[in-house]
């Protein structure tokens, strides 16, 4: 078995009982800090990559993942070669043009940003050193 498929079965031994509340990305909030609340649903691995699909029908998937810190208080993954967070546009119909991604890619010691929101520049500075997802 690996990493990831071990993480995705610690994940859905606690499920439903995972933390639910903000996300952050290597430091990057995804809105405000601490304004929205996230709910994970559902966790699969296949090969070496997490997928995760939220209460809003929100999907998080991760590549490579490592450093599972999970409890009824704390969720938390160290470390991990990318990762990747979508949403359908709050309030809209769930269509293609209305889905949104923010995309991580850790090389090296710096972690690239890309995203295709286009109702304003995201705020997309990472910290290599925090974790790469948090629920907080």
Not at 17 to 42: A, I, Q, S
């Amino acid at each position: 078995m690996n990493e990831s498929a071990r993480i995705a079965e610690q994940i859905r031994g606690m499920l439903p009982g995972v933390k639910h509340g903000t996300l952050r990305f290597w430091g990057v909030w995804f809105g405000r800090p601490r304004d929205n609340v996230h709910g994970l649903l559902e966790c699969e691995a296949q090969d070496d990559t997490l997928r995760m699909r939220f209460n809003e029908d929100e999907g998080l998937t991760i590549w490579s993942p490592t450093g599972l810190t999970l409890d009824n208080s704390k969720f938390q993954i160290s470390d991990a070669k990318r990762v990747r967070w979508e949403w359908y546009y709050y309030g809209r119909p769930k269509t293609n043009e209305n889905l949104f991604f923010y995309d991580f890619v850790k090389t090296g010691r710096s972690v690239v940003t890309s995203s295709n929101v286009n109702w304003g520049r995201p705020d997309m500075r990472t910290n290599p050193s925090l974790p790469a997802v948090e629920i907080l």
